[in-house]
């Protein structure tokens, strides 16, 4: 009798499910579970349900947030620092022209060019100049090389990068089987947000790929986000919320 009801209780076991609403304020937290989860068989998978956060991680950071000008002839030079945060073109733009003094804002317009996917910088007065050569330039940002502009319309030489972010990989410690370029890497979900920066970010995949558990004891869950290469993504404290399914294949 007792042998019947281990065998009863092992089978209920394999078809449950659990969910699991995993939440951090960092890119990379860790969520103990109590208790531990423990399986007697590994054939169970794990799966995103929906991920919620915000359009948080800046693309304007310390290393690429100074814009250095200057209005005459470049005697000297004057250091514009962005504060970090989510731009867009226009917000640069807006941004730059609101820290310069209010008789120089109207001299230098930052544009997209919409043709080339690129930026125009123009420059109006006859002694304004524009140093894309200092360290931690947003040129690059902006599509430029290491450059001096002067008067006139100065088109990039690049297509700008106003993101590097091609994808937010989420990444789950107990999953495995899931590859990025090439490398072991494990990738439970990724996406791109389709809002514009500081909106909510509320994914909930489709349809859901389930992945194999790597262990049989579960005492705690790490969630970290990365971009497409694999570098964390600071969302600034902004809190990000997981829901994962498990369940037995």
């Known amino acids: ?23 951090g304020n960092k890119s990379d937290f860790t969520t103990s579970l109590y208790p531990p989860l423990q399986f007697e068989s590994k054939k169970w998978v794990v799966g995103l349900l929906n991920i919620d956060t915000a359009y948080s991680f800046a693309n304007i950071t310390s290393k690429n947030n100074i814009f250095t000008y200057s209005i005459d002839s470049g005697a000297t030079w004057k250091t514009i620092t962005l504060p970090v945060g989510c731009y867009e073109i226009t917000a640069i733009n807006d941004t730059i022209k609101s820290l310069m003094l209010t008789n120089e804002d109207s001299g230098i317009d930052i544009l997209a060019n919409h043709i080339t996917l690129g930026c125009d910088v123009k420059i109006t007065p006859a002694t304004y100049k524009v140093n894309f ?33 091609n994808s937010v990989i989420v ?50 869950i790490r969630i970290w986000l990365t971009d497409q ?21």
Not at 144 to 162: E, M, P, R, W
Not at 189 to 201: D, E, Q
Request: proline share 5%; glycine share 6%; net charge positive.
């Open 171 to 220: 990444n789950c410690s107990i999953i495995g089987n899931s590859y990025l370029k090439g490398s072991n890497f494990p990738v439970l979900y990724s996406f791109y947000p389709n809002v514009s920066p500081g909106r909510k970010i509320s994914k909930e995949p489709n349809n859901v790929v389930y992945l194999p558990l790597t262990t049989d004891y579960i005492p705690s």
């Open 1 to 23: 009798m007792q042998d019947s009801l281990k065998t009863i209780v092992k089978l209920l076991t394999k078809k449950s499910d659990y969910s699991l609403v995993l939440s």
């Open 229 to 249: 290469d694999g570098n964390i993504l600071d969302f600034r404290g902004e809190e990000i919320t997981c829901r994962l399914n498990l369940k037995y294949l």
């Open 133 to 165: 050569t200092v360290d931690n330039s947003i040129a690059s940002t902006l599509g430029f090389n290491s450059v001096i502009l002067s008067t006139g319309n100065n088109s990039s030489q690049n297509i700008a990068k106003i993101s590097s972010v």
